[in-house]
Structure formats: C-alpha cells, structure tokens
C-alpha cells in the first residue's frame, strides 16, 4: 500500500527551486503513523525531489519506530505525488538507515549519485519491520539540494 504524507497529499508541498545555479535549498518533511505499516507491501511517499534538484545532505530523524528498525530511502516510479498504488521504490539512494529514535545523517556520496533529471520525483521510504500506529511513530527527512 502507498502511504502519503500531508505534504504529498496537497501538493502544495512542492519545494521551492533554486532562482540560481548552485543555491542550497532545503526541504523538512515529517509523517506520523497514524495507521499500522507493513515492511513487506507498504512504502512511504515522504516528499518530493524537485526539477533539476541534485541532493547534497539529508537527515533522517526518526521517533520510536521499534528496536533494530532500519529504512531505505529510494525514488519512486510514475508521476511525484500521484496516489497510484502501483507506484514502487524505483532506485534506492540509500538502504539500512538507522530509524530508531535516532537522527541518522545520509552518505553525501549516496546523495550525490542521484541524477538531475526534469521533472520532480517521489522520495519514498520502506521499512525493515511493521510499524504500528501512534503518536510517537514519526519520521522526518530533512533534505538539502542544489540546481
């Protein structure tokens, strides 16, 4: 199942782009489980990478996901924002990122592997382990990038 977050869900939730080359910009994306997630079929839609945007820091900060959960954050396949169920992790950036309770800075040379491509893509998390609903079952992904 595609899980979206508010952000996605509005599309208002478009990062800004860069007015010029080389400007850093920044994107804070936040999900709270408010149903129960399963590792095996399920995928968080977090946020959006915008046009022409290569990724250079992100951050995963995460609350009480359970002990040992770790995720993978990936681009997602067909249109950024879409609620397609049969959207899915298309290229991972990054896999085993520690997500309990923990901050968990990205491989800036995962990062920058990513290729600009023009047209704005589905950042998507999948888990190691089932989550269940609640209050202090958050993630964040703070993501830096530039034009």
Avoid: C, W
Avoid at 48 to 71: C, D, E, N
Avoid at 84 to 92: G, L
Wanted: proline fraction near 4%.
């Amino acid at each position: 199942m595609l899980f979206q977050t508010k952000a996605v869900k509005s599309r208002r939730g478009y990062p800004a782009t860069g007015y010029q080359v080389g400007q850093v910009m920044a994107a804070v994306y936040e999900h709270t489980f408010d149903a129960n997630f399963t590792a095996a079929s399920d995928i968080l839609e977090i946020g959006l990478l915008p046009s022409g945007a290569k990724p250079v820091q992100a951050t995963l900060i995460s609350g009480a996901l359970g002990p040992g959960v770790t995720a993978t954050l990936s681009l997602m396949t067909g249109i950024a924002s879409e609620p397609d169920q049969t959207r899915v992790a298309e290229t991972d950036i990054q896999a085993t990122i520690a997500a309990h309770s923990v901050s968990t800075p990205l491989s800036v040379d995962a990062l920058t592997d990513v290729a600009v491509e023009e047209k704005h893509r589905g950042l998507g998390l999948e888990f190691s382990a089932d989550i269940t609903a609640g209050a202090t079952k958050t993630v964040k992904l703070v993501i830096f990038y530039v034009f």
